[in-house]
């Protein structure tokens, strides 16, 4: 693709929500708008690269995709005095709004969706991705993604959810949906970083992205403020975080000079300036102490505190150098937060590197009775992680093979079961080596 | 997330069935394949051909061996399977339920987590 096409490309996917929101303000009907949007953006993708990109794309994507309306108005007979409408309406004022890209993502992420349908039809009607790209990207047929996106969109019509900003006493719960949607695309385009075939729409850019756009239309909410330097501390690690082959690399033994350096800069201030006013001045030994600034300002989110979590581990040049201090009490403050089992279990992380790793498995013997960590995989592989510091290796290996069975990613099995083959008895025939 | 349902089939409770059973069953499927189809979680489904058809290959000193019939013998075998692509394992469960042959006495649907995808699916 050619820096041209990429251009056109960026440029469109700029445009379209913004046109979907004019056009959805004229006429309503967020679904026929939607559909509307998508053909013109593929008819700018055919034309503009062969005739030029018009002088203003915005208003000739309006025309194009107001001609679509009309036309599918036409298509269907019974619609005639809808057509009369659309066409009195097509010359209307063009009524510039900073804040569609923000009212269709409520709109997208409607409660009455479920995440999944959130997620594609975000993708969509503000990611400007087209059905194929959205289809592509979460490995499913063209024609599975088609028929999610036009269920969601069915949905929110049956909702009767409108084109507008949430009211005041609904912000902040209907903010809180399009936040977890945005880190659900991150996360499916982070983890799903194995198989060579890197197509452009990488869920994790994409994420980030939207982000982007949420934060500089809103700079003055601190969790989404963390959720992008959330995104931008985790994404940071990238390189590191899996090897040439696809093998996954922990943490501590990233080579931390394949971070990037500039996301973390970006991500570390960030989340400091959300953090609140004592985060910004620099802690006893001149780490960014973001403890102080947390107390400071309550009540903080869980973004903020998964943000400065992942800061601290990015400010720490080495992986000894990690404030483990800091990153458990951030931890307790997230648990009381946002009570979850999957933050304890990364406490009981922090807090064996204080205290040794008896007192991580005194935690982790804490979760055992919670049903929704039952048979986690995630707590046996901690677990086995510090019995092996323990020393008791015989245990050690056992708890490694019962998370490699229980994961579901081929990845995390093949780091799972290297850690287990690694702690064979010396009795034992050795190990096969993996040729790969 | 992505399960397969695999149907496994037993001839010996198949051919218990009368004609109506077997036609609701086969019925069945048809409904199936609508409401994941419209859900939007159907990835793909394929009937398999009747064990005595399969052959095993094994490569042994470098030569391929092959022998026919199944990989193990056993009562039962795999029929079929759906692909799916759903929300949740529970979902993935709710799924299974509405396959037909799952309420058959004597059979079942296993509902198996897809660990990773390669391949085109749009064909």
Known sequence: ?436 | MKFVLNMHMNPAVWESLTEDERNEVMNGHSTFMETVTASGEMIMTQALADPSQSAVVRVRGGRPVVTDGPYLEAKEYLGGFYLIDCETRERAFELAALIPDAKVEGMGIEVRPVMFSAGRLDV
Request: aromatic share 4%.
């Open chain 1, 1 to 436: 693709m050619t820096a041209g096409e990429h251009a056109t490309e960026d440029l469109l996917r700029e445009l379209a929500p913004q046109v979907l929101g004019v056009l959805v303000r004229r006429h309503g009907r967020f679904e026929e708008c939607e559909d509307a949007v998508q053909e013109a953006v593929l008819a700018a993708v055919v034309q503009w690269p062969a005739e030029g990109v018009p002088d203003n794309p915005r208003g000739w994507l309006v025309t194009i995709a107001s001609r679509r309306l009309v036309d599918q108005a036409r298509s269907d007979s019974a619609r005639r005095a809808r057509e009369v409408r659309v066409v009195a309406q097509e010359t209307g004022p063009e009524v510039p709004d900073v804040d569609d890209t923000l009212a269709l993502l409520f709109l997208c992420c409607h409660a009455s969706l479920t995440p999944a349908s959130q997620t594609a039809l975000t993708l969509r009607a503000v990611g400007g991705l087209t059905t194929a790209e959205i289809a592509h990207a979460f490995l499913v047929p063209e024609a599975t993604m088609a028929a999610r996106i036009s269920r969601a969109k069915q949905r929110v019509r049956a909702a009767g959810s409108r084109f507008a900003m949430p009211a005041p006493h609904e912000w902040q719960e209907r903010l809180d949906v399009v936040l977890h949607v945005l880190y659900l695309i991150f996360n499916e385009g982070y983890t799903a970083t194995s198989g060579g075939d890197l197509h452009r729409t990488d869920l994790s850019h994409e994420a980030v992205r939207l982000t982007r756009t949420v934060h500089r239309r809103l700079p003055e909410d601190g969790e989404v403020a963390g959720l992008l330097a959330l995104m931008l501390l985790t994404d940071a690690r990238r390189a590191a975080r899996v090897t040439p082959s696809g093998d996954l690399v922990p943490l501590a033994d990233q080579d931390r000079a394949l971070w990037d350096g500039d996301l973390i800069a970006e991500g570390v201030a960030l989340v400091t300036e959300a953090m609140g006013p004592g985060a910004m001045s620099p802690g006893v030994d001149s780490r960014v102490d973001l403890v102080t600034g947390a107390m400071e300002r309550p009540p903080l989110g869980p973004y903020r505190l998964q943000a400065a979590i992942a800061a601290t581990h990015a400010s720490a040049e080495r992986a000894e150098d990690t404030d483990w201090r800091q990153v458990h009490v951030l931890y307790r403050i997230l648990e009381r937060v946002a009570p979850n089992p999957m933050v304890t279990l990364n406490r009981a992380i922090a807090l064996a590197e204080i205290e040794g790793p008896e007192a991580g498995l005194g935690l982790l013997a804490t979760l055992d009775g919670d049903d929704r960590m039952a048979g986690h995989h995630r707590l046996h592989a901690v677990r086995a992680h510090l019995l092996e510091k323990t020393g008791d290796l015989a245990s050690a290996r056992e708890h490694y093979g019962r998370a490699a069975r229980g994961t579901a990613s081929l990845a995390e099995r093949r780091y799972l079961e290297s850690r287990a083959r690694r702690l064979r008895a010396p009795a034992d025939p050795p190990a096969q080596e993996d040729v790969t």
